[in-house]
């Protein structure tokens, strides 16, 4: 076997590959190629849309040449609400606590061994109503012998006027059995006063809040306490307010009050100390609460929404907030010419019922449905009330809308 013989069948393999290789490469050549024209044309297909966007078209028929307009691209259709601004009155919330309005100590006026404890804690009593009787001792029998001196007193005053009268009398004795008369109504007057006290009544009508004394109890000293009373009839929110925000309070205005459960109560600001507390530099505020249940109880911590400034706002639901490009809390809105316009605005308070904004003008119509898909400055086509069930884009759906 020749040489040549040998090798024919490896050059032959070598002329194989050498033609296979250019086959590869053109393949791989024509999918980078369709790869790359598919992404010119999605690009393009982005940069032809707009809003306004128009474009020539040349067809030829039958020979002829006609020049075909295509329509512009259909502006966002988006719902608009039309609010109108309101009087609002601003508020601040503080924490404070529930107290009484009217709170008594009642204090025992004598001392004294305690005879029976009349009234029960927890419950009511009205004015005049027995709360502790005290062992008068022999009170009524120095009354009753003040009274007899008393009598005496007056008699032997009327007989020296008489005697006076007819000249058997100077003016000094008769002087001297008056002053003898007064002392001895002043004696009957204290005794009688000190026999009443030996029965504690209640001043004022509320609850028997406390009642630290039991039959048998001595009470050494007038002053002491017996009975402690409040009336749940009217209760006050008292709270600390800064200085900051002491003038800005309203006197007589209207506040909320929330106790802990959640449950909230409308006062009036009833006072507003005019002296701030010289260690926290805050000033007393207290709120009057109408509580005609009784259902309030002393002491509870209490959250209070006092009446500052009056002010001119928007209120609006917190879904329709948005942010410009720089970050700014606003709303997007249609003006007359039915381009997008954004407002930074400021949010004054949030309740239940939304939030209240300032820095939009007195009458504006703010998109309440398809605001993430237009600009400011933007042409849209706005809609009052119900829209479709999709905010439509030119002839493509871009939203869901209600």
């Known amino acids: 076997m020749s040489p040549k013989d040998i090798f024919a069948p490896e050059d032959n393999n070598e002329q ?48 002829e040449t006609a020049s075909v307009s295509k329509a512009s691209v259909k502006p966002v259709r988006v719902r608009v609400s039309t609010l109108n601004s309101e009087e609002h009155v601003r508020k601040i919330t503080v924490l404070g606590r529930i107290e009484a309005d009217v709170s008594v100590d009642v204090r025992a006026e004598l001392a004294g061994r305690v005879a029976e404890v009349v009234a029960q804690k927890g419950n009511g009593v009205a004015v005049g109503d027995v709360l502790v009787k005290l062992d008068p001792e022999n009170l009524p029998a120095l009354l009753s012998e003040a009274k007899a001196r008393l009598r005496q007193r007056e008699i032997a005053y009327e007989s020296a006027r008489k005697l006076s009268k007819g000249g058997y009398s100077s003016q000094l004795n008769v002087a001297q059995a008056k002053a003898d008369m007064e002392a001895a109504r002043a004696q009957v007057s204290g005794m009688q006063r000190d026999l009443d006290n030996a029965t504690i009544t209640a001043p004022i009508a509320g609850i028997v809040n406390d009642l630290p004394l039991e ?8 002053g002491a306490i017996v009975a402690h009373l409040i009336d749940l009839n009217t209760m006050i929110a008292v709270c600390a307010v800064t200085e900051h925000d002491i003038d800005a309070i309203d006197l007589g205005g209207n506040a909320m009050v929330r106790l802990p459960g959640g449950r909230e109560l409308a006062g009036v600001v009833s006072f507003i100390s005019k002296s701030s507390n010289m260690q926290t530099r805050t000033f007393r505020v207290e709120v009057s609460l109408p509580t005609p249940d009784q259902s309030v109880p002393e002491g509870v911590t209490a959250e209070l929404r006092l009446p500052t400034e009056r002010v001119v706002a928007h209120n609006i639901t917190p879904a329709l907030l948005t942010l410009d490009d720089s970050g700014a809390l606003g709303v997007k809105t249609v003006d007359a010419n039915n381009r997008v316009v954004f407002y930074a605005v400021e949010m004054i308070a949030d309740t239940k019922d939304g939030i209240w904004l300032t820095g939009l003008p007195d009458t504006v119509r703010v998109i309440s449905v398809g605001q993430e898909f237009v600009t400011p400055g933007q042409v849209v086509e706005p809609v009052e009330g119900a829209l479709p069930s999709a905010v439509i884009l030119g002839d493509a759906k871009v939203g869901e809308g209600n």
């Open 16 to 63: 194989k590959m050498d033609q296979a290789k250019p086959m590869r490469l053109q393949n791989s050549h024509k999918a980078a190629i369709v790869i790359l024209l598919l992404s010119v044309a999605w690009m393009a297909s982005g940069l032809l849309k707009g809003d306004e966007e128009q474009a020539a078209v040349t067809a030829t028929a039958g020979g």
């Open 215 to 222: 039959a048998g109890d001595y009470i050494d000293k007038a």
